[in-house]
Structure formats: C-alpha cells, structure tokens
C-alpha cells in the first residue's frame, strides 16, 4: 500500500491552488481528477495537513471534497488510519465497464427517439478531437479525447441522471487504465472503433449500435486485463 509521505508529492502542475472564494466542490474537481489520472494511484493514502497547504484551504472545505469523494466510491475510509484512493481489481473493471454498456445503451435509445442530428453533430467533434490526438501520438490527450467522446455521448442523451452515473463510470475508467493498464491501446484502432460508434447512431440502426458498444466494452476489458480478461462481460455476446 503507497502512503503519503513527506515532502513534494507530485508535479507542481497537478494541483492548483484554491482561492478562498472556491468551494469544496472545486477541491473535489481537482481531487478527482488527480485520482483519475493516477497521481494518487490506489491504495494512496492523503493526509489532509499537507493537501490543505497544496490547496491553499482549511481543512474543514478539505474534509468536505474528500467526503465526497468517499460518498463517490473513489476513496475508502479506514477507521484510526484515514482516507486512501479506493484499490481496484479485476472484478471492479468488468463492473465499470458492465455499469458503463447499461448506461451508454440506454444512451443510445433516448438519442435515436430523440434529435439524433444534433447528438451526431456533438459526436463527430469528439471524435474530430480523437483523430487530433492519434495524430500527435499522446497518449494522455488520447485517454481524454476518448473520455469525452463517451462523456458527450451520454450528455446528448439530454438526460441529467445518466449522465450523473457516467460521470462517475468515466472516473473509475481512467482509474482502472491508469492503475491496471500494461500499455495504451492503437490510436488508430480506438479511432476506428469510435467512427463505428457514430457511424451506427448517424445511421439511426439500433441493432449496429448495441452491437459496437458491447464490442467496445468487451475489447476495453480485454486491453485492461489482458489474458485475465476472458470472461465475458454481461450482454457481450
């Protein structure tokens, strides 16, 4: 188990400084995303002295974010010892991803009932935005360009209690390819994957999306888990 310790923890870009008219919501912004992105991986333990100096807070809007991180799923507490980034394992990735086909299938029926024009619209900027980054060969604006596809997705679904659920979804997707990964996936190939993605919901076909976004999954669980992977997540045929 990592624990935190003494002395700088991460690069000075990670964290900012909160200004004394934020609130804990913006502390839980900038924890969440450090969680994402693996600069506290799981198992980390964060002591509230040395984050409410980097975050420029008291401890009370501190212990507040990190509640609700807690009430999130993202961090665990620990009775006498503190909070820690919640420990991931096989089981927890094909849940994320089993929660994930749910949401984004449900996704998909409110957007082909609904205006499917302006959902393709969002969609073919997201995936604009993937092929931008594929180009540059970064991985991490790869992840993010890949995230907010999904993130779009479900936003065009024009539903607020879906997208509540994949914020969260999406979270715990980056935290399990930040801490279970081996290497990132071909950007052309996930490139690809998306453009069917879309191209299902351009062409109003129901069946053809239900049928990509259960691939998708399925192949995101291979690529995270590798040769532990091979059980099928539900509704991947």
């Given at each position: 188990?990592?624990?935190?310790?003494?002395?700088?923890?991460?690069?000075?870009?990670?964290?900012?400084?909160?200004?004394?008219?934020?609130?804990p919501a913006l502390?839980?912004?900038?924890?969440?995303?450090?969680?994402?992105?693996?600069?506290?991986?799981?198992?980390?333990?964060?002591?509230?002295?040395?984050?409410?100096?980097?975050?420029?807070?008291?401890?009370?809007?501190?212990?507040?974010?990190?509640?609700?991180?807690?009430?999130?799923?993202?961090?665990?507490?620990?009775?006498?010892?503190g909070l820690f980034?919640?420990?991931?394992?096989?089981?927890?990735?094909?849940?994320?991803?089993?929660?994930?086909?749910?949401?984004?299938?449900?996704?998909?029926?409110?957007?082909?009932?609904?205006?499917?024009?302006?959902?393709?619209?969002?969609?073919?900027?997201?995936?604009?935005?993937?092929?931008?980054?594929?180009?540059?060969?970064?991985?991490?604006?790869?992840?993010?360009?890949?995230?907010?596809?999904?993130?779009?997705?479900?936003?065009?679904?024009?539903?607020?209690?879906?997208?509540?659920?994949?914020?969260?979804?999406?979270?715990?997707?980056?935290?399990?390819?930040?801490?279970?990964?081996?290497?990132?996936?071909?950007?052309?190939?996930?490139?690809?994957?998306?453009?069917?993605?879309?191209?299902?919901?351009?062409?109003?076909?129901?069946?053809?999306?239900?049928?990509?976004?259960?691939?998708?999954?399925?192949?995101?669980?291979?690529?995270?888990?590798?040769?532990?992977?091979?059980v099928d997540i539900?509704?991947?045929?």
């Open positions: 188990m990592t624990e935190l310790i003494a002395g700088p923890l991460i690069d000075a870009a990670s964290l900012e400084p909160v200004h004394r008219a934020s609130t502390v839980a912004d900038q924890l969440r995303r450090a969680i994402m992105r693996g600069v506290f991986p799981p198992g980390t333990q964060l002591g509230e002295v040395e984050l409410a100096g980097r975050f420029g807070v008291s401890r009370g809007p501190l212990r507040e974010a990190m509640q609700r991180l807690v009430a999130e799923g993202l961090l665990r507490a620990e009775r006498h010892r980034v919640r420990d991931l394992d096989e089981a927890d990735v094909r849940d994320v991803y089993t929660a994930r086909l749910a949401v984004e299938g449900a996704t998909a029926t409110l957007i082909l009932a609904g205006d499917r024009a302006a959902a393709v619209a969002r969609l073919e900027v997201a995936v604009a935005g993937m092929r931008a980054a594929a180009s540059a060969g970064d991985p991490t604006a790869m992840a993010d360009a890949d995230q907010s596809f999904h993130a779009e997705l479900v936003a065009a679904s024009g539903s607020p209690r879906l997208r509540r659920m994949a914020d969260g979804l999406l979270v715990e997707t980056r935290m399990c390819l930040a801490a279970l990964q081996d290497s990132a996936p071909d950007p052309a190939g996930l490139v690809r994957e998306h453009e069917g993605l879309l191209d299902a919901l351009r062409a109003g076909d129901a069946d053809r999306f239900g049928s990509a976004i259960a691939e998708h999954m399925a192949d995101a669980v291979d690529r995270i888990l590798g040769d532990r992977a091979r539900p509704g991947c045929e």
